[in-house]
């Protein structure tokens, strides 16, 4: 296990050690793969799960806190970069200067929403939120057009809420945590200098407020229904819906005046808030934006705010025991913040040339199977097949990290300013997100940093994206074995790519546009096929009592059994253009260790409050269903292990899934 305090010296590779050969792969293939790891391998106190994906992550933030060790003194020499990046760190690991300033770097901000008087000084508030990436009644955004990808929208999206997703507020599963919220409320405004009978009458108050919006909110199933999320409107329209709300004064705050359409996700969630605003008194409201106000900046302040958010949060929602290390909590708020700046040096430091070059060659390999498989799909029109083949062409890949690195010469940053760093970079890309409604959409532009342990497809942009972070071993060794590489890394590449035709990416088109361009009958084949995924992944039991929730989960499990497929079919072909079979490793055939690879990569331990929580919010399942449930419906994993009727882990042939 690696410790809470430990600095890892090597990546979390891929380990027959990992392995239990005691259980036979055609009794359990997740312990045959990963049992050994998990036996040895309990979350750390400070993690609320632990996985391939954590490891990697602690990883690559210990060789991240190297270079802020480099860059952090105030020497002369250091380049705007490392300055930008440093001076952040700096001011995050300042813990002196916090405690002795306790709550008073809110003092602008709450007499800013203590002021407010009227409808629009309260639109107006609200809109400074926004641009500081506070929740405040309704989540914006600025995304590309779903139904014109060459241009950004501004979108209007359900939120506002301080639990994790409707279901706290509304479910009898968390009765425990909805007692506990207004205690932590309580909590959290006395020590911003709000206690006794105010602070229980704010938290009374924005129970009932939050609990509204709640009721309002679709389910996460709901909101996988991508055109039901889609209504175009003008501004007029959109004052109709909330005509409680001054929107004008909104987008005057936030430097928006001249939009004149957006894209409300969901309607009835905005008139429900704009009933809401008609309800409540204008001290109520205050009280709620007070509340948000203070909340979010819990962990930029002084220690006792910083545990009580941690206290609740992560503690009591998700089962973490300790906090991580100031050092990695301040490197993860330099990657959230001021990323691009952080990647430069990381990218520098850590992934070569030559990584990336290998990693197009397994993008390559594995696209080249998707492309066959969709000219001969028995299932699919001919129709169809020609705009998912068109479609296909359009792919973007991104590798590492972007082309061109964003300028943030702009921005702001103090050693002694810790909190106010934060504003100011949330302030700076709000503002340049906000620029760009209605212009025409960056293609250089990238989702996530360069550090991160993830990947992504892009249904608006029509691109798959491999951050550098994910680019480390075990899910990509450029030591290591093609079987292996193709089971970690590969995989990612074919899952990424059947996003793009899973049950949400299917609904865009060539052009990344939300457009129905299937024959009713190719529509039909397709969700009957869905639909047995999302029955089968409905029975897997995360606790007693909790299952996978197929529907909310089906678009990444779609992508899974995509993406095994694929991307064993790219090692195949590998194999045999070698012309040269591959000798046995640690006594498994190639086909058997690229399945041992897909299982290890999703190793993994999780506390049963995460467990718990995930089960509601997370679209993915959880890692041990996502092995079983693949390899369950893979002809090739029959075959490598040689699993016949009868077994454990045996589905028949014509219970077995396939879409693409």
Known sequence: MTSANARPLAPPRFSPAHMDRSVLPSDDFYRYATGTWVDRNPVPADKSRWSAFD???????????RLLDRVTPARRGRSAVEREVGDYYASAMDQQT?????????????????????????????????????????????????????HYAFYVWQGGLSLPDREYYLAPAFARQREEFPKHVVRLLGLAGQSGAPARRTAQGLVKLETELARASRTRTELRDEPRNYHRMNRSELRSLAPAFAWDAYFRARRGSRIKRVIVGQPEFVRAFGRLLRRHSLDELKAYLRWQLIRASAPFLDERMEEEHFRFYLKGLRGQQEQEPRWKRAAQSADACIGDALGRLFVDAYFPESSKIRMQRLVDDVRSVFRDRLRVL??????????????????????????????????????????????????????????????????????????????????????????????????????????????????????????????????????????????????????????QVIAQYDQFEVLPGVH??????????????????????????????????????DGLTPEQRFFVS????????????????????????????????????????????????????????GARVKIW
């Open 98 to 150: 916090r405690n002795r300033l306790r709550a008073r770097p809110l003092a602008e901000e709450l007499a800013r929403v203590d002021a407010i008087h009227d409808p629009d000084s309260l639109a107006a508030a609200v809109g400074v939120l926004h641009d500081r990436d506070i929740a405040a009644f309704f989540e914006p955004r600025v995304d590309p057009d779903r139904k014109d990808s060459r």
């Open 378 to 531: 028995e299932w699919m029109t001919p129709a169809t097949r020609r705009e998912a083949q068109r479609k296909f062409q359009r792919f973007r890949v991104k590798i590492g990290y972007p082309r061109r690195f964003r300028d943030d010469s702009g921005l702001r940053i103090r050693r002694n300013d810790y909190l106010g760093n934060f504003r100011r970079a949330t302030e700076y890309e709000a503002r340049r997100q906000m620029a760009r409604v209605g212009h025409k959409v960056d293609t250089n532009d990238w989702l996530m940093t360069p550090p991160m342990v993830n990947a992504y497809f892009s249904p608006s942009r029509n691109e798959i994206v491999f951050p550098a972070g994910i680019l480390q071993p075990p899910f990509f060794d450029p030591d290591i074995d093609d079987a292996v590489n193709y089971g970690g890394i590969g995989l990612v590449i074919g899952h990424e790519i059947t996003h793009g035709y899973d049950d949400q990416g299917r609904q865009f088109d060539k052009n990344g546009n939300l457009r129905d361009w299937w024959t009713p009958r190719d529509a039909r084949e397709f969700k009957r096929r869905a639909q």
């Open 55 to 65: 490891a990697l992550t602690d990883y690559n933030y210990e060789r991240i806190r």
């Open 598 to 653: 897909y299982g290890q990569i999703w190793r993994q331990n999780t506390r049963p409050a995460d467990a718990k929580l995930l089960a509601t919010v997370d679209p993915h399942s959880p890692a041990r269903f996502r092995v079983k449930g693949a390899v369950q419906n893979s002809d090739d994993f029959y075959a490598a292990f040689r699993i016949n009727a009868g077994s454990r882990m045996w589905r028949a042939p």
């Open 548 to 585: 996978v929730n197929g529907a909310l989960t089906a678009g990444e499990n779609i992508a899974d059994l995509g993406g095994l497929r694929v991307a064993f079919d790219a090692l195949e072909r590998r194999i045999r253009r070698e012309k040269q079979r591959p000798p046995l490793i």
